[in-house]
Nanobody
Framework: QVQLVESGGGLVQAGGSLRLSCAAS????????MGWYRQTPGKQRELVAA???????NYADSVKGRFTLSRANAKNTVYLQMNSLKPEDTAVYYC????????????????WGQGTLVTVSS
């Protein structure tokens, strides 16, 4: 079984910064896509930033210029550097990955982390 372990959430003042980490472990041959989503009560889970299978990096319009997604392939880890945080960034952030577990036989699956709470105070 593949697991995504998240860290870095917490409480921060508006204008501050946090860095979220997501490390994938288990039976991993390669990671096809990986990124972060967030969700607040009463709202749908939304994309924040992700590396796609096509090699693109997608950001939500609301975080462009403030958040940066990066990757450490050797550790199957992605980071979300969040700067200039705003109260509206408050949410539970979930790591998500499309993981290729084996090449032979071919096996891939989508995996979600447990979520980490980010709270931005004014």
């Amino acid at each position: 079984q593949v697991q995504l372990v998240e860290s870095g959430g917490g409480l921060v003042q508006a204008g501050g910064s946090l860095r979220l980490s997501c490390a994938a472990s288990g039976s991993i041959f390669s990671i096809n896509a990986m990124g972060w989503y967030r969700q607040t009560p009463g709202k749908q889970r939304e994309l924040v930033a992700a590396f796609t299978s096509g090699g693109m990096t997608n950001y939500a319009d609301s975080v462009k210029g403030r958040f940066t997604l990066s990757r450490a392939n050797a550790k199957n880890t992605v980071y979300l550097q969040m700067n200039s945080l705003k109260p509206e960034d408050t949410a539970v952030y979930y790591c998500n990955a499309d993981i290729i577990m084996h090449a032979t036989p071919w096996e891939s699956r989508e995996v979600w982390g447990q979520g980490t709470l980010v709270t931005v105070s004014s």
